[in-house]
Nanobody, 124 residues
Framework: QVQLVESGGGLVQAGGSLRLSCAAS????????MGWFRQAPGKEREFVAA????????TYGDSVKGRFTISRDNAKNTVALQMNSLKPEDTAVYYC?????????????????WGQGTQVTVSS
C-alpha cells in the first residue's frame, strides 16, 4: 500500500501559477505510475496528467497541455504538478493517485491509491 498526501493548493488570480506536491509513503514509490486528477463541484473527476514510473514518460489532458507540467522525484517519493497560466475553469479539488500496474492511464479506475485532495481556486 501507499499513502498519498497532497499540498500546495490555494487561491490564485487568473494567469498566475501554483505548484502542487504529493508526498508518498509506504510501498516503494518507483513501482507506481502517478497521476493527477481534478474534480469541480457538480462535475465528474477529470484526468489532468500522468507520469511513468521512471519519470521518462508523461501524458496530459487536453485542457492543460502546454500549461501544466508533471514531474517526480523517486529519491524523495514525491510527484509535483506545476500549473501555469491558470484559468478560472481550473478551479477544482486536485487529487494525486498511484497506479501499481504502471499504465500511466487517463482513467481514474485504473489507479489504486488516492490522496485526500487539495483545493485550487482561480479567481477571474
Amino acid at each position: 500500500q501507499v499513502q498519498l498526501v497532497e499540498s500546495g493548493g490555494g487561491l490564485v488570480q487568473a494567469g498566475g501559477s501554483l505548484r502542487l506536491s504529493c508526498a508518498a509513503s509506504g510501498d516503494t514509490f518507483s513501482r507506481y505510475a502517478m497521476g493527477w486528477f481534478r474534480q469541480a463541484p457538480g462535475k465528474e473527476r477529470e484526468f489532468v496528467a500522468a507520469i511513468s514510473r521512471s519519470g521518462g514518460g508523461t501524458t496530459y489532458g487536453d485542457s492543460v497541455k502546454g500549461r501544466f507540467t508533471i514531474s517526480r522525484d523517486n529519491a524523495k517519493n514525491t510527484v509535483a504538478l506545476q500549473m501555469n497560466s491558470l484559468k478560472p475553469e481550473d478551479t477544482a479539488v486536485y487529487y494525486c493517485a498511484a497506479d501499481y500496474l504502471g499504465l500511466k492511464s487517463v482513467v481514474s479506475r485504473d489507479y489504486d491509491y488516492w490522496g485526500q485532495g487539495t483545493q485550487v481556486t482561480v479567481s477571474s
